[in-house]
């Protein structure tokens, strides 16, 4: 999974703060986000979006992540300067890449990745490990969980692979280009897959 270049950093923080207006206020009157949540965002850039919605939603966690340590470090600045060198225990901030997270299994109530998805791939118009990012996003979602997220690329092949490996897809919202989506886990294994043996039906 690659680093943005510096351009794409400068391009990517500047408008942060205009997008992370705009998701929270979604957020806040769309996505029914459960009280004390254990969340996780993907690819958090500034941190802008982060600050957000702890202040709003007072998770009991909240775990800011992005694979570029340089854009975790202008997250923790941000973070810092906001909460006036006090931020709030419940958020974290650290590198993390999406292909392998660090995290247990069922690990999380809520899973945000806005426009992060795409950069699972090593370019953006190539899909092939974006199934990848996806599964790590099941594994570390408990049964009932949501993933809330924004995509310009792959859009449909990412709804049909939710779908395919037990989601349910419950909004999708098409703004110009980009569509946000709340999807979620479902109990039980994703359809298709045989149980273990010596399980129910097994």
Not at 147 to 170: D, M
Not at 187 to 201: D, K, L, N, Q, Y
């Given at each position: 999974?690659?680093?943005?270049?510096?351009?794409?950093?400068?391009?990517?923080?500047?408008?942060?703060?205009?997008?992370?207006?705009?998701?929270?206020?979604?957020?806040?009157?769309?996505?029914?986000?459960?009280?004390?949540?254990?969340?996780?965002?993907?690819?958090?850039?500034?941190?802008?979006?982060?600050?957000?919605?702890?202040?709003?939603?007072?998770?009991?966690?909240?775990?800011?992540?992005?694979?570029d340590?340089?854009?975790?470090?202008?997250?923790?600045?941000?973070?810092?300067?906001?909460?006036?060198?006090?931020?709030?225990?419940?958020?974290?901030?650290?590198?993390?890449?999406?292909?392998?997270?660090?995290?247990?299994?069922?690990?999380?109530?809520?899973?945000?990745?806005?426009?992060?998805?795409?950069?699972?791939?090593?370019?953006?118009?190539?899909?092939?490990?974006?199934?990848?990012?996806?599964?790590?996003?099941?594994?570390?979602?408990?049964?009932?969980?949501?993933?809330?997220y924004?995509?310009?690329?792959?859009?449909?092949?990412?709804r049909?692979?939710?779908?395919?490996?037990?989601?349910?897809?419950?909004?999708?919202?098409?703004?110009?280009?980009?569509?946000?989506?709340?999807?979620?886990?479902?109990?039980?294994?994703?359809?298709?897959?045989?149980?273990?043996?010596?399980?129910?039906?097994?």
């Amino acid at each position: 999974m690659p680093e943005m270049n510096a351009v794409s950093r400068f391009f990517v923080n500047l408008s942060a703060t205009r997008r992370a207006a705009r998701v929270s206020e979604w957020i806040r009157s769309a996505v029914p986000l459960p009280k004390a949540a254990q969340c996780l965002e993907l690819g958090c850039g500034s941190g802008t979006l982060a600050v957000r919605l702890v202040d709003a939603f007072e998770p009991a966690r909240y775990v800011a992540t992005d694979f570029d340590p340089r854009q975790v470090d202008e997250a923790r600045r941000r973070v810092a300067r906001h909460y006036r060198g006090r931020p709030p225990a419940s958020l974290e901030l650290r590198p993390a890449d999406m292909l392998a997270l660090p995290d247990g299994e069922e690990s999380f109530d809520v899973v945000l990745a806005m426009v992060a998805l795409h950069h699972a791939s090593p370019t953006h118009g190539d899909f092939s490990r974006v199934p990848q990012a996806l599964s790590e996003v099941r594994r570390v979602l408990r049964p009932g969980g949501l993933l809330v997220y924004e995509e310009f690329l792959h859009k449909e092949p990412i709804r049909q692979w939710l779908t395919g490996h037990g989601f349910s897809v419950e909004q999708v919202r098409p703004r110009w280009r980009l569509e946000s989506v709340v999807a979620r886990k479902l109990a039980g294994p994703p359809a298709g897959t045989t149980p273990p043996s010596g399980s129910p039906g097994g």
